[in-house]
């Protein structure tokens, strides 16, 4: 039975290619514009008239702009096109739907890297799934124009490399140097490519030193065309390079004055502890993603140094997953840079990431087929897609559920339930879930006039901006001290759900947990 369904999978691998993308295609059309604003998203149009006044000449506020280092590469056009869409919905939503066709181009990306590094169709397709639908990255995919861009490059570069590493040549050295240069653009972490481009390049050299003009002569190729990237593509650096890249490289303008609730305590921007982001990207991953990547690591290091496979250049496939994932998360840890939010500003180390689920999945087949007795491995391939198939239901499960807050999964790590893990870890730190509260209070109040107070007045200001004209016409945000009718509150850092003089009219569980309630306000 099972080597039939392996035969027709073979034989009808590329139409499934074709459909799954088809239809992940389609899904994000039709839930692109279920979701809510992010607070990131208003900076963006701060953002791109700084950096055209400055290019314009208009005036050189750009040099004092705290966020000059951050390049405006979407910015600048989603400016444009914003002001020819004039209407703020219109333009929040073509913003969103940029981001999802970004981020569905990377998904195609990473199935071509998988191919490259001689996955078979069926298990580059299992990688690409298991891409996209990580919960939190998923529901990113949609409104962070900042982290989901920069994942995607990132991804891109690493295909480049590879395709560099298997076809040595200036052509791909200039692709994967101008890609790298704008990756830093995007963010400050794009230095960290740099350094996995370089210890490649070196381990190429010494494996094959008798060709060191060669690799001197593309290698020198790719540093030229990173830096004139980088130079290009963000201002702030014209008028007196040097100078702004110290600053840039030394992250003094990178700090978050904010407090942030982890592993149960809250704690302030300054101080998160180095072990962040393993902590944090542990108890946001399914829990079989984090068992089979362990696996693989295990398999691609006893390749690697037992097998000394390190000495054969085709390798790169097996080393890859250990520069794109284990490599910046110590990086991170050492030098220590201002996370916060979770762990998206290290999106992009979750590709190598799904490279070692892959491997370790293909370990788990091999170490199947080597059973000797046919029953047996029956029996061991049955319990491994069981187990596989109770994973996808489960996040399946969650992600329909969740919608579209997907952000807010954790796994058990994190605790037995969802309602645990919200006094543990931030939920909808962004406050997207405001669009939807703002929603219900127009359902429920058919007054002309509605005052609303946020308990951050700022996301209810922000989300009441991709409501139509005329659900924007009938609510008022007011500041704190004002009266007002409906008060809006998600929770981030304070979990006190009564009060005195509100009582709760609506709410937003996910799986029981309360991550948004709208309290009316009673004299």
Known sequence: MFHRL?????????????????????????????????????????????????ITGANKNLLEYPDRHYGAILAIPFYFIGNWLGDSRADYLFRHLTTFLI?????????????????????????????????????????????????????????????????????????????????????????????TAFLIWAWLFLLNPRQWKRHLFTGSVYALAAIVSLYLFMPALWIDPLNELRVFISAELFTWPHKEIFMGELIEGYAIPRYYLPVYFAV???????????????????????????????????????????????????????????????????????????FGIRAVLTGIRAFPDTWLRRLAIAAFMLLAAVQVTEQARFLIISHPYQHVYYNRLAGKTLSDARRLYAMDYWGLSYRQALEAILEMDNRPSIRVLGY???????????????QRTRIVIVQKGEPYDYFIHHFRNDFQETFPDRVMVYAIRIDGALINAVYRFVP
């Open 284 to 358: 946001t991953t399914p829990l079989l993603w984090l068992v089979l990547a362990l696996l693989g690591t295990f398999t691609n290091l006893y390749q690697l140094f037992l097998k000394k496979q390190i000495l054969n250049p085709n390798a790169i496939g097996l080393a890859l997953p250990f520069f794109g994932f284990y490599f910046p998360m110590l990086i991170i840890m050492l030098i220590r840079p201002v996370i916060y939010n979770g762990w998206r500003h290290a999106f992009f180390i979750y590709p190598g990431f799904v490279l070692l689920v892959l």
């Open 456 to 470: 951050h007045p700022l996301l209810a200001e922000q989300n009441l901006r991709i409501l139509t004209p005329e």
């Open 6 to 54: 392996r035969d027709i999978l073979t034989k009808h691998s590329r139409w499934m290619v074709f459909l799954f993308f088809t239809a992940y295609l389609l899904l994000g059309l039709a839930i692109y514009d279920d979701y809510g604003i992010s607070t990131d998203e208003e900076f963006q149009i701060r953002k791109a008239e700084v950096n055209l006044d400055f």
């Open 103 to 195: 981020f569905f181009g990377s998904s195609i990306i990473f199935y071509r890297l998988a191919r490259l590094l001689n996955f078979s169709r069926s298990l580059a397709l299992a990688g690409a799934a298991i891409y996209i639908f990580h919960p939190h990255i998923f529901s990113h995919s949609f409104y962070n124009i900042k982290d989901i861009p920069f994942l995607a490059l990132y991804l891109i570069d690493l295909y480049l490399l590879v395709c560099w590493v298997k076809k040595p040549g200036w052509g791909f050295a200039l692709l994967s140097g101008l890609g790298s240069g704008l990756l830093v653009v995007f963010r400050l972490p794009g230095f960290l490519f740099w350094a």
